[in-house]
């Protein structure tokens, strides 16, 4: 692989996790090899488009001979910085909190799930997922002493002023927000905002097309 950095489209970006999930997927079914046609079919996505994007990593495969799957696979996960093993808290362990502390593939995606936070008294010293909620009194120590890297924000937008500012001064290097508000942190901070009700309005507009199409 070509290590040479390159800006790389944000849109490729977005497809490499798919890509990663697709080639575990046939990994466990035991492939091999694969071609960028063959992948094609499965993904929905053009053979000329999949080219493009891993050319952008300085291309993977040989012509003719298509891709080893354990390799591309392995490489994607070394672009996606998989391979680090992300020290991640969750803050606010309400039910969307929950439902993320229970998520099986933080392990196998290289996140380490190590603490979770919520100021409501009924929820601390519960215990998720083999985790016992912390109060938010105990964050700036427990970040400092786990050199905590990600935080996943399962908050309502009145908390975020208030704990968004405490994250940033305890060297985060992520947060994951789900508290359907955009958040604005320094430059050396990445932020990933999930908008449930974004997809969800997508979902509802592909609908639309659909039977739109239908009725022509």
């Known amino acids: 692989m070509n290590n040479e950095k390159k800006a790389v489209p944000f849109v490729v970006v977005k497809r490499l996790p798919r890509y990663y999930r697709y080639l575990g997927e046939l990994l466990r079914q035991g492939v091999t090899r694969i071609s960028s046609g063959e ?9 000329s ?3 493009q994007d891993f050319n952008c990593f300085g291309g993977f495969g040989q012509q003719g001979y298509g891709y080893n799957i354990e390799k591309l696979y392995n490489e994607i996960g070394a672009i996606l910085g998989l391979q ?27 996140f380490t799930l190590v603490g979770i936070f919520d100021k409501n008294p009924d929820l601390i010293g519960t215990t998720i997922n083999r985790i016992t909620v912390s109060p938010m009194e105990e964050l700036e120590e427990f970040c400092s002493r786990h050199k905590v890297d ?6 309502p937008k009145s908390a975020i002023d208030v704990v968004v500012p405490r994250l940033v001064g305890l060297n985060i290097k992520g947060l994951w927000n789900f508290s359907y508000t955009d958040i604005e942190v320094p430059p050396h901070i990445a932020v990933e905002n999930v908008h449930l009700s974004d997809s969800l309005m997508t979902l509802s507009y592909r609908i639309t097309q659909t039977n739109q199409d239908g009725e022509r």
């Open 39 to 47: 992948l094609s079919e499965k993904m929905g996505v053009t053979a």
């Open 49 to 51: 488009q999949i080219r």
């Open 84 to 110: 680090h093993g992300y020290k991640t808290i969750i803050i606010g362990a309400g039910n969307l909190g929950h439902a993320l502390a229970n998520h099986s593939k933080f392990e196998k995606r290289g």
């Open 150 to 155: 990600i935080a996943i924000l399962a908050l």
